[in-house]
């Protein structure tokens, strides 16, 4: 048993942070400090399980729910319920539960759904970036988590990358501002703040967790969980610099990347995940493993656990998140440690980071969700703010060809719209909503762009919509005033959004053709990354928008294009030509893309802008 409250340092909630870790890390045993390191599914959670292996911390895949569109006090009752398990055991660590959190809490039923990284890079507000993660750390408090996996600070470098859309651009100097996002989730620290140490400001934030250490972005052909191929100056400049802007605003957590770098992989990578990230960058919160990457360290992947085990520990990771095999993995970190394979200085290392985390983030004071907080998932306040990112998101890239097409007149006659992705609410929050890879339909509360369009026109004015446009529709072309096509990617995530082609899906480029052919049509691109272009798109339309992956609030789109708010994005990334030039940024040599990194026009311009 413990001993008396008034002798346990750790449970006084006035004792310095470093005083607790110390007291409660004494107290520890050696399966009690490995499960503090070990982190589970929420399939393979349990009462019975949390008590036992004295578990850690609890984890969300996304579509892994309580139950079908369970809202966000169902899953308070199913966080809260681990969470008493835990509060039970010997000592009473509290678990940390994440989720993944990456564009709003995009998992659970109703929430608001920000605009995915690559369009919030776009907008290059640093402030909105902040305000949407203070935003997302109240609807993830609400359903009872601790932790966002959030910011990605990739710079992609490839847009075949399946995960590009999770990057807010291809620069250091664009991502690094975007990681405002950790300030906005955990609140932001005061000048004061020691660099490096982990901060929460409060019942109302969030721990953070900046990935994927490093270089995920930069793999060769854009291959998820590849190889980045780089001298360690470029690593440093192109995929580090945005770590040291995310550890000096606190952030708690940092998650190692699947990928290698030449040739090694970062989940095994003593160099950089010690010497580099804790040592020079002086980071003293936890990093933790990504799904199953331990797995990834062996051919064919899970295959000789015990040695994965081992030389991931030993390189620096700290908290294990181990899905389903958690019992193999804590046999054999305690056989290591047994063994002296794994030095219990090592494990120690690991659990005071983990604790002193805790203890920043008041959990042991306020385990247990806030249900105060309930009202602020979906509401309006929020989805405004989601509504405005949306507007600042868009990249127009083409406007007419001798005057401007755009503002469109919202009291015309007639108009149509036509496309996969006009009234599809799932397609236009694209992957990591609801699910990992997405769904299509009306998955969530939101409004579609149909829905928009329909609740912003005159109401003399007259909406034909047809998901793909019949020959008798477009045979009556002269009959209306102009055409929207909004065409684009079905959503997906990692390496099942891989693509060497990145031609648009469902013929879009045909139907994009067919329609400009016959009538003054305005096309709204919805992707994760930039797409081929084909000549009759560019050539057979009036009008190009790049809406990325807005999310939940298709207003947002509206409000612009018919003139209501100017708009403002800038591409965060190159587009490229065609795919062969790829990779092709800013700095490649013999920089001919079809539109520059930093390229955006407004409603009076027809002729290129300058890049920024």
């Given amino acids: 048993m413990v001993d008396n409250e008034e002798s346990c340092v750790y449970k006084n909630r006035d004792a310095p942070v470093e005083a607790r870790v110390k007291d409660l890390l004494s107290r520890m045993t050696l399966p009690e400090k490995i499960g503090q390191m070990t982190q589970i599914g929420r399939y393979v959670a349990s009462p019975a399980v949390i008590a036992d292996f004295f578990i850690g ?40 539960y994440g989720i993944d959190a990456v564009h709003g809490n995009n998992n659970v039923y109703g929430a608001t759904v920000f605009p995915h990284n690559i369009g919030l890079g776009a907008t290059r507000d640093a402030d909105l970036v902040r305000r949407i993660g203070a935003a997302t750390a109240l609807e993830v408090r609400a359903c009872g988590a601790h932790w966002a996996f959030a910011p990605c600070v ?8 399946g995960r590009c859309y999770e990057s807010y651009g291809e620069v250091a100097n664009i991502v690094s501002e ?12 005061s000048k004061e703040h020691p660099n490096g140490y982990p901060f929460l400001g409060g019942r109302k934030n969030v721990v953070a967790c900046a990935k994927h250490f490093v270089g995920d972005g930069g793999t060769d052909k854009g291959i998820n969980e590849g190889n980045t191929i780089l001298l360690y100056e470029e690593l440093e400049r192109i995929h580090i610099a945005p770590y040291k802007k995310c550890i000096a605003q606190g952030v708690s957590t940092i998650m190692v990347s ?8 970062l989940h095994s990578h003593y160099f950089l995940v010690t010497e580099v990230l804790k040592q020079k960058l002086g980071f003293k919160g936890y990093v933790v493993s990504d799904w199953e990457g331990l797995d990834r360290l062996s051919v064919p992947p899970g295959s000789n656990y015990r040695n994965c085990v081992k030389i991931a520990i030993n390189a620096g990771i700290d908290m294990v998140m181990v899905p389903f095999r958690f019992e193999e993995f804590i046999h054999a970190l305690r056989d290591l440690v047994e063994s002296g394979e794994v030095l219990m200085a090592r494990i120690n290392d690991a659990v005071e980071r983990i604790l002193r985390v805790k203890f920043v983030a008041g959990l042991f004071e ?3 969700t806030d249900r105060s907080l309930l009202p602020t ?9 989601a509504r405005e990112a949306v507007r600042k998101s868009l990249v127009l890239l083409k406007n007419g060809k001798y005057a401007p097409f755009l503002p469109l007149d919202s009291n015309a006659e007639r108009i149509l719209v036509v496309g996969t992705h006009a009234d599809d609410l799932g397609y236009q929050c694209g992957g990591w909503t609801k699910t990992m890879y997405g769904q299509g339909g009306k998955i969530t509360i939101g409004t579609t762009l149909l829905d928009a369009i329909k609740a912003t026109v005159g109401d003399k004015t007259e909406v034909i919509y047809e998901k793909t446009p019949s020959k008798e529709t477009l045979a009556c072309g002269k009959s209306f005033s102009y055409a929207i096509v909004a065409v684009g990617e079905s959503p997906y995530a990692e390496t099942m959004g891989d693509n060497s082609e990145l031609v648009i899906p469902f013929n879009g480029s045909e139907i994009v053709a067919a329609v400009g052919e016959k009538i003054p049509t305005l096309v709204i691109l919805f992707s994760g990354r930039p ?57 490649s040599n013999g920089y001919f893309p079809l539109f520059p990194l930093g390229f955006g026009l407004n409603c009076d311009s027809v002729v290129n802008s300058k890049p920024i």
């Fill in 377 to 385: 998932v979906g509401c309006k306040e929020h989805r405004e703010l």
């Fill in 178 to 189: 975007m990681t405002s996002l950790v300030s906005g989730l955990q609140g932001e620290p």
């Fill in 531 to 587: 797409m081929v272009l084909e000549p009759a798109v560019l050539e057979k339309t009036e009008a190009l928008v790049a809406a990325w992956l807005p999310g939940t609030e298709g207003q947002g789109i509206v409000d612009v294009i018919f003139g209501d708010y100017e708009f403002q994005g800038k591409l965060p990334v190159t587009w490229f030509k065609h795919v062969d030039q790829l990779p092709l940024n800013i700095e």
């Fill in 154 to 161: 990739a710079a992609v470098r490839d847009p075949r990358w």
């Fill in 57 to 96: 911390s609890v984890l969300n895949a996304a579509g892994s729910c309580p139950f079908e569109d369970a809202k966000s006090s169902d899953w308070a009752d199913m966080i809260d319920g681990f969470q008493r398990s835990a509060l039970a055991s010997r000592l009473g660590i509290p678990i940390m």
């Fill in 366 to 368: 306020y385990p247990l």
């Fill in 258 to 265: 699947y990928s290698s770098w030449n040739g090694n992989k």
